[in-house]
């Protein structure tokens, strides 16, 4: 490779924007994309930008975060939004699109950019020359061995085991109390044990991390309540995998309705045992517990211990709200287990997600631990942005966190890398208000002024558009 060029690696959705956002800034790039010499498992054409599953960039409103996020995108000048909109189909306020006409437009635009030429290899490991790797989360086999020798065997990740994640206002606290185990444990205390290859947050990855007392949520169940929720999580309905997605079960990333049907007592004596902890309330140790663990700094998100599941997203929602306390959950994130490559951000990379030894090799894209098209869209122009910068001798930037994008990115700057699972867009991620009215939609909405306020004095201060 040369290093009068940028190098950019993976042409998908990431990819695609960060060569098209540095060629426009004036950069001479090189795009390395292996389809047309290697397959994926989930790519069905050579195309740049292709859309692997749903056609869907899902909502434009900006009181859904995810149209939030795109409505700063917009401010930015975003390739693949451009695409979207030219491709885009009915479907009421989402963004949905005819996959191939999106994909068209993207590829033309890159392909045809004079700044941007396009090579098909499948790169094998971290260039040391400016670069921005983006290849996803069906990275090859031998890059993703080349990024955990570069990074380290605790780097990567590549199966997700997500238990969903709860709204703490949603969360009933004159049910749910707050205490670890014993007054104070580690998650090795805990015995959910450790999982191998899947970054499923409940003790993985060998960093267990003590946690101090109230960093618990705990819904205590009685009997009746326990048989109950067994019943339901048993026989509730479940997402059947693609062949190549079908995640072995390692001890830590076990589906919990699986765990289940495995023995009516084993959640009881798994992560809903209730040793330890005593119920506020009647003074008296529960049945079992579902407890909760608090997944960002502010305390806004809180994560199902032990409960990543592949149930169906309506299943997750009666099931879960069978838990006292959780009656009223809002879900920012569904649990879900699937196959996904992607690196531990907070332990690995630096604040702009480059390498921490050079600033200007940097990651994008769904394998930076952001989840979805729009997030993983996001990355990939941010990366544009900060490399451009860096090579003009300016510092890298990233947007406040009271932006979507500056929270999505705060997330992956301070997560706790030993409970670390991949984030989609939400309005947890995002600073509190100082007087959050209680209306939802109100609450959203000020939150929107908020953020488009904020990017939109960033973009001017950095002089970005
Ligand atoms: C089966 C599946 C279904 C999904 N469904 C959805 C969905 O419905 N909605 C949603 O929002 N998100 C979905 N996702 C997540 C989705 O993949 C991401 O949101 C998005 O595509 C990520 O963008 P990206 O640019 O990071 O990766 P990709 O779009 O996957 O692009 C990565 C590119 O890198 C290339 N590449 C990989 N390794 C190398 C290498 N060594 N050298 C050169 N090129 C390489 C790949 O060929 C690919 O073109 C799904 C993911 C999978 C795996």
New binding site residues.
């Given amino acids: 490779m040369s290093e009068s060029v940028i190098h950019v690696?993976?042409?998908?959705?990431?990819?695609s924007e960060a060569a098209f956002q540095l060629a426009e800034r004036g950069h001479q790039v090189v795009l390395?994309?292996?389809?047309g010499v290697r397959g994926?498992a989930?790519?069905q054409t050579d195309r740049?930008?292709?859309?692997?599953?749903?056609n869907t960039f899902?909502s434009t409103e900006v009181t859904n975060a995810h149209g939030l996020l795109k409505a700063e995108m917009r401010l930015l000048g975003s390739l693949v939004l451009q695409g979207a909109d030219v491709a885009r189909v009915a479907a009421g306020s989402a963004l949905a699109v005819d996959r191939d006409v999106f994909s068209v437009h993207v590829h033309e635009r890159v392909v045809n950019h004079p700044r941007i030429r396009v090579t098909r290899?499948?790169?094998?490991a971290i260039p040391d020359a400016p670069t921005i790797i983006?290849?996803?989360?069906?990275?090859?086999d031998?890059?993703a061995e080349g990024v955990r020798a570069r990074l380290g065997v605790q780097s990567l990740a590549f199966y997700d085991a997500i238990a969903p994640i709860i709204a703490v206002e949603s969360i009933d606290q004159t049910v749910a109390f707050r205490a670890a185990r014993w007054g104070k444990e580690t998650m090795e205390d805990s015995g959910q044990g450790k999982g191998a290859e899947c970054g499923d947050g409940e003790g993985e990855g060998g960093l267990p991390s003590p946690e101090p007392e109230g960093a618990y949520l705990n819904c205590p169940m009685d009997k009746v309540q326990y048989e109950a929720f067994i019943d339901a999580l048993t026989l509730a309905d479940q997402f059947t995998a693609?062949e190549f997605?079908k995640a072995p079960y390692f001890e830590g990333c076990m589906p919990v309705e699986e765990m289940a049907r495995r023995g009516r007592e084993s959640l009881r004596f798994g992560p809903m045992k209730p040793i330890g902890l005593r119920d506020p309330r009647t003074g008296r140790r529960p049945w079992a517990v579902v407890q909760l663990r608090r997944e960002d700094r502010a305390g806004r998100m809180w994560n199902i211990v032990g409960c990543q599941t592949r149930l169906r997203i309506p299943e997750q929602q009666r099931v879960f709200r069978m838990v006292p306390g959780l009656e009223g959950a809002e879900f920012l994130r569904f649990g879900s287990i699937?196959?996904?490559t992607y690196l531990n951000a907070p332990a690995a990379l630096t604040p702009h997600l480059s390498l921490r030894d050079n600033p200007q090799v940097m990651f994008?894209?769904?394998?930076t631990g952001v989840?979805?098209?729009?997030?993983?869209?996001a990355t990939?122009l941010l990366a544009a942005i900060n490399l451009s910068r860096l090579l003009a001798g300016q510092e890298p930037v990233v947007p406040p966190p009271v932006t979507m994008l500056g929270a999505l990115y705060r997330y992956l700057r301070e997560a706790d890398p030993a409970h670390f699972q991949p984030m989609n867009a939400n309005f947890g991620l995002l600073e509190e208000l100082p007087e959050p009215p209680r209306d939802k939609l109100k609450k959203r909405a000020l939150y929107a002024e908020r953020s488009l306020a904020a990017m939109a004095a960033w973009i001017t201060e950095h002089r970005l558009a």
């Avoid at 983006?134 to 090859?140: R, V, Y």
């Avoid at 989840?371 to 869209?377: D, F, Q």
Wanted: glycine share 16%.
């Fill in positions: 690696v993976g042409g998908g959705l990431a990819g390395h994309e292996m389809r994926t989930a790519h740049l930008a292709e859309l692997v599953c749903s899902k290899e499948e790169v094998t983006a290849t996803g989360p069906l990275t090859s031998a890059l693609h997605d699937h196959r996904n994008a894209g769904q394998l989840e979805g098209y729009t997030e993983s869209t990939g």
